[in-house]
Each structure stands twice: as structure tokens, then as C-alpha cells.
């Protein structure tokens, strides 16, 4: 499989606890991006690294959320002291670079309960 | 602000029952617009990319659009397997910033048999 994968694809956990979540592009796409999705809406943008560097982060990543990516490979999402509110599927999303004459591929996406 | 909007919230067709699709958007600096499939707890799958107004793209029983203001998913003769969610994005560029995807909430189709 040469997708976007991402774990895990589930999650549950207390109100108050970290959680991780990792993402493996497609090899060769330089670009990476974490996107948040709610029931009954679309996609919101968090987050995007060229390779390691992050140069974008949306309103939205707030200081419990940090994300990195470490030689510009796979990434991690990592959320802080989790809120109900970070209830929500994760998605995580490659291109093989910037603009829009790039295609976004997403996986499957992690899904977070925090109950 | 930057916006895009889809409607019908839902549709539901009978097998072979043609319909449309609309995106509408404001958005300043439109660097193109892009059509995903979803389906239940899954990822966005991509489906087209459009750049212009005049531009149109088609793969199997689906054809996409662009006008300046709006974007319109053509669906023929449809089939069970099309019921999914079709979002709607649209890559937007600020400044230095290399820009993003704006999505739609979606437009959840169901097709009975």
C-alpha cells in the first residue's frame, strides 16, 4: 500500500490525558498536512511542514497541539491534557509539493473519543 | 472572509436519476478548486481539480465544472456505489504563504437501488 497511513485509527481516552498520533505519507511528497474534521463538516486545516519545517499553523493548533516531523519523514500530532472538544477524526494529508498545482492525498484519518 | 458553500446539504436519487451538485465560493486568491469523495470513516478520496472558469473534467459517471463564482458536480445515470459524502475545496494563497484547503461541509448523496 502506497498511501497516506496513519495510527492509530482509534483512540479513547480520559478528559485530562496526551495522546499521539503518527502519520506516514506517500514516500517522496516533501509536503504534510493535519487536518481536523468534526461530524457533518468538512476538513479544517491545522498544520503543514515542507519536509521538516513547519511553516503554517492554523488558529486552530492551539498550545496543548504540537506536531513535528523529524527528518521531513512520517509526522506526529501530539495533543496535551485533552479536552471533550478535541473530540474529532485526525486526517493527515501528502502532496509531493506546494500550490495548488500539487494533489492533497489524505488517509484514513485517527479517530479521537475523549470521554 | 474566505468561504465555500455546498448545497444541497443532502440528495437522494433513485438509481439513474441524474443531478448536479453545487460549490459555491468567496474567496480572494482562488488557486484552484478541488472535488473529494467520502465515504463513512474514511478519508477524503480525491476526485478533480479545476484551475479556470470554463474548465471542465469528467471520470466515469462524474463530470466537474468552474465558473468565477461557483463550482457544479454533475452526476449521470448514478449507482448505489456513488452514495458517499462529495466535499468541496478550494486551495487558497496568502501573501508569502504557499495557502491551504478551504472545505465545504459536504453534500451527503444517497442513491437507492
Known amino acids: 500500500d502506497t498511501g497516506v497511513s496513519q495510527n492509530p485509527r482509534h483512540k479513547i481516552t480520559k478528559r485530562g490525558q496526551n495522546v499521539t498520533f503518527r502519520c506516514d505519507p506517500i514516500?517522496?511528497?516533501?509536503?504534510l498536512y493535519w487536518y481536523r474534521q468534526t461530524l457533518g463538516q468538512g476538513p479544517e486545516f491545522l498544520t503543514y511542514f515542507q519536509n521538516e519545517a513547519q511553516l503554517e499553523k492554523s488558529r486552530l493548533l492551539s498550545d496543548r497541539f504540537s506536531a513535528e516531523r523529524p527528518k521531513g519523514s512520517f509526522s506526529s500530532l501530539e495533543i496535551q491534557r485533552t479536552e471533550q472538544g478535541d473530540s474529532a477524526m485526525y486526517l493527515c494529508?501528502?502532496?509531493?509539493?506546494?500550490?495548488?498545482?500539487?494533489?492533497?492525498?489524505f488517509g484514513e484519518g485517527s479517530w479521537l473519543t475523549v470521554v | 472572509e474566505d468561504q465555500v458553500t455546498q448545497s444541497p446539504e443532502a440528495l437522494r436519487l433513485q438509481e439513474g436519476e441524474s443531478s448536479s451538485l453545487n460549490c459555491s465560493y468567496t474567496?480572494?486568491?482562488?488557486?484552484?478548486l478541488f472535488w473529494y469523495r467520502q465515504d463513512p470513516g474514511k478519508g477524503p478520496e480525491f476526485l478533480f481539480t479545476l484551475y479556470s472558469a470554463g474548465e471542465e473534467k469528467e471520470k466515469e459517471r462524474l463530470k466537474a465544472t468552474l465558473t468565477k463564482k461557483e463550482s457544479f458536480l454533475h452526476i449521470t445515470a448514478p449507482k448505489p456505489e456513488d452514495s458517499a459524502t462529495y466535499l468541496c475545496a478550494v486551495w487558497v494563497g496568502y501573501g508569502g504563504s504557499q495557502g491551504n484547503l478551504i472545505f465545504g461541509k459536504g453534500t451527503k448523496l444517497s442513491v437507492k437501488p
Open positions: 514516500s517522496e511528497h516533501n509536503r
Open positions: 474567496v480572494s486568491g482562488l488557486r484552484g
Open positions: 494529508a501528502s502532496s509531493s509539493g506546494g500550490g495548488s498545482g500539487n494533489t492533497i492525498y
